[in-house]
């Protein structure tokens, strides 16, 4: 800028002496071109040039300045070749003192070299301190990455720093200190340590409600056994009634402490355990709940029955016992459904037979085969006509213009719709269109068209359709399920069976004559 106002300055300075010489050469403009007129347009313009390039000329630096800039970067390459010189005398101690004053100002290449013999220095007086001999295991208990630790010797204190600083900058390190290498590891690897003690303090934590729901079962279980016992000594005549009575009410009254202490004993885990969990140890609890309820209900119609001696209270106490034993079948599934989120081996591994693993798999897969096949055959004959069949009526029955609140079909655009309930008589025909299914993937409606003659649409419910399941359709539907389903099934048994060298014939009898399929009371056998 003032190169610009210096050429400008000289150039007006230069038309104003040839105006006042010749004005007509430099004042090219206006009727007055007079030497006051070139005066007044180059002289005010020179004035105003000139104090624009003084305002603008830059100060030249400060000479103490310049000295001190040239000087400062020679100061710190004169603090490291000092503090190398110091290492190479074997120095290493205060060598180091040296390279930590200067690390912030290195480049990385010797910033690393710095940090090396630096870490390595100070892990060696730790070392001394420690009378810490080469071979030695080296325990890196005091360095805390979490925090200062104010145990930490100022060594201690010196070697965290040195090891977080060429983690956080990415250093390359050349380690010949043991300790030194240790540590550097230790808080590199620091974060999957952090990770692996809050998933260790997971676990403990439903480990900790996991104890809680066993003890709480524990005494009631106790007693539900000695009643076995003692009704098994009733009836060989080596106990009495009264003893069996006794023995049934503390196991009724077990059974009411459970309910009454599960809320108050377990409620506590809902601020320990992420929601997720939380979730599942919730049902546990609302089923642990439901079981012991059950079987209170079940050692009261005991006691009525020691009472009174009415078959059907016998009757009632069996069948709440057997409920039970379903409810603690679903708190087994829950706690294996926790355990599986905090990362614990499955309940079942750690009680059930293998026989009894493999049979539980295979009944849960074979569960999802059929729902399978439900969806893609459907349940019966009549949830299962294919767009394009036509369907002779044998009721009557209504063609609706949409179907109910649980189903829609989105995006139909089509012919129209009915706009009111529309009955059809036996012997009419209408066609099948498509088939509406449910959140479960399952047929619910059709929609059905060609039943007049304006060309109109409308919908079926399914159930009115059971008149068309005869006994040689439902077979028919059966074999073609059944057909679809045979690979898949023998896939299933060797993936369960097989492969593990089972007999699937002997688990299959096994499970039939111990009842897998209904209750876990063979869990334990």
């Known amino acids: 800028?003032?190169?610009?106002?210096?050429?400008?300055?000289?150039?007006?300075?230069?038309?104003?002496?040839?105006?006042?010489?010749?004005?007509?050469?430099?004042?090219?403009?206006?009727?007055?071109?007079?030497?006051?007129?070139?005066?007044?347009?180059?002289?005010?313009?020179?004035?105003?040039?000139l104090i624009i390039g003084v305002a603008t000329v830059e100060t030249p630096p400060d000479k103490?300045?310049?000295?001190?800039?040239?000087?400062?970067?020679?100061?710190k390459k004169d603090a490291n070749i000092q503090a190398d010189s110091l290492w190479e005398a074997g120095k290493h101690q205060e060598a180091a003192l040296e390279y930590e004053k200067i690390l912030d100002d290195l480049d990385p290449p010797a910033k690393g070299k710095a940090v090396s013999r630096a870490l390595d220095a100070v892990c060696r007086a730790i070392d001394k301190q420690r009378n810490q001999k080469p071979g030695d295991p080296i325990v890196i208990e005091r360095l805390n990455f979490f925090g200062d630790d104010p145990k930490q010797t100022p060594e201690e204190q010196r070697a965290e720093k040195l090891a977080k600083l060429a983690i956080k900058d990415g250093l390359t390190l050349t380690l010949n200190n043991k300790r030194a290498q240790k540590t550097y590891d230790w808080y590199l690897n620091a974060p999957e340590r952090a990770k692996a003690a809050a998933a260790q303090e997971l676990i403990n934590t439903y480990l900790d409600f996991e104890?809680?729901?066993?003890?709480?079962?524990?005494?009631?279980?106790?007693?539900?056994?000695?009643?076995?016992?003692?009704?098994?000594?009733?009836?060989?005549g080596q106990a009495s009634v009264v003893q069996l009575y006794q023995i049934v009410?503390?196991?009724?009254?077990?059974?009411?402490?459970?309910?009454?202490?599960?809320?108050?004993?377990?409620?506590?885990?809902?601020?320990?355990?992420?929601?997720k969990i939380w979730e599942a140890c919730s049902e546990v609890k609302d089923e642990i709940v439901q079981t012991y309820g059950l079987k209170r209900s079940g050692y009261a119609?005991?006691?009525?029955?020691?009472?009174?001696?009415?078959?059907?209270?016998?009757?009632?106490?069996?069948?709440?016992?057997?409920?039970?034993?379903?409810?603690?079948?679903?708190?087994?599934?829950?706690?294996d459904k926790a355990r599986e989120q905090v990362g614990l081996p499955s309940v079942i591994s750690l009680f059930a037979s293998k026989e009894f693993q493999a049979w539980r798999k295979f009944d849960k897969a074979k569960t999802a085969l059929n729902r399978a096949a439900?969806?893609?055959?459907?349940?019966?004959?009549?949830?299962?006509?294919?767009?394009?069949?036509?369907?002779?009526?044998?009721?009557?029955?209504?063609?609706?213009?949409?179907?109910?609140?649980?189903?829609?079909?989105?995006?139909?655009?089509?012919?129209?719709?009915?706009?009111?309930?529309?009955?059809?008589?036996?012997?009419?025909?209408?066609?099948?269109?498509?088939?509406?299914?449910?959140?479960?993937?399952?047929?619910?409606y059709y929609r059905v068209g060609n039943f007049d003659q304006t060309g109109r649409q409308g919908y079926i419910w399914g159930v009115v359709l059971t008149w068309y399941d005869t006994m040689e359709r439902i077979q028919n539907h059966s074999q073609k399920m059944s057909e679809?389903?045979?690979?898949?099934?023998?896939?299933?048994?060797?993936?369960?069976?097989?492969?593990d060298g089972l007999d699937y014939d002997q688990v299959f009898k096994t499970a039939l004559n111990e009842h897998w399929d209904r209750s876990w009371v063979s869990l334990g056998q």
């Not at 059974?255 to 377990?266: A, E, G, P, R």
Request: hydrophobic share 40%; glycine share 4%.
């Open 1 to 49: 800028m003032s190169v610009l106002s210096a050429f400008l300055f000289f150039f007006c300075l230069l038309a104003l002496l040839i105006g006042l010489i010749k004005p007509s050469w430099v004042v090219r403009w206006g009727e007055h071109r007079t030497r006051r007129a070139a005066l007044l347009y180059y002289g005010l313009s020179a004035v105003l040039f």
């Open 211 to 236: 104890e809680r729901v066993m003890s709480l079962a524990r005494e009631a279980d106790s007693n539900g056994e000695k009643v076995r016992l003692v009704a098994g000594a009733m009836e060989n």
């Open 64 to 75: 103490k300045d310049v000295v001190a800039h040239k000087e400062a970067p020679v100061e």
């Open 374 to 444: 439900e969806k893609k055959f459907g349940l019966h004959p009549h949830l299962a006509l294919e767009p394009g069949q036509t369907l002779k009526l044998e009721k009557e029955l209504l063609i609706l213009p949409s179907p109910g609140q649980r189903v829609r079909e989105a995006n139909f655009k089509g012919a129209n719709l009915v706009e009111s309930a529309v009955k059809l008589k036996p012997g009419d025909t209408v066609n099948i269109k498509k088939q509406i299914k449910n959140s479960k993937g399952l047929t619910e």
């Open 484 to 499: 679809w389903k045979k690979p898949e099934l023998e896939k299933l048994k060797n993936k369960y069976f097989k492969t």
């Open 249 to 275: 009410k503390q196991a009724k009254n077990s059974c009411i402490n459970v309910v009454t202490d599960t809320y108050s004993k377990i409620e506590p885990f809902e601020d320990k355990l992420p929601d």
């Open 301 to 335: 119609y005991l006691l009525d029955w020691l009472d009174e001696q009415k078959p059907s209270q016998l009757n009632e106490y069996k069948e709440y016992m057997r409920l039970a034993d379903t409810e603690l079948t679903k708190t087994l599934f829950l706690l």
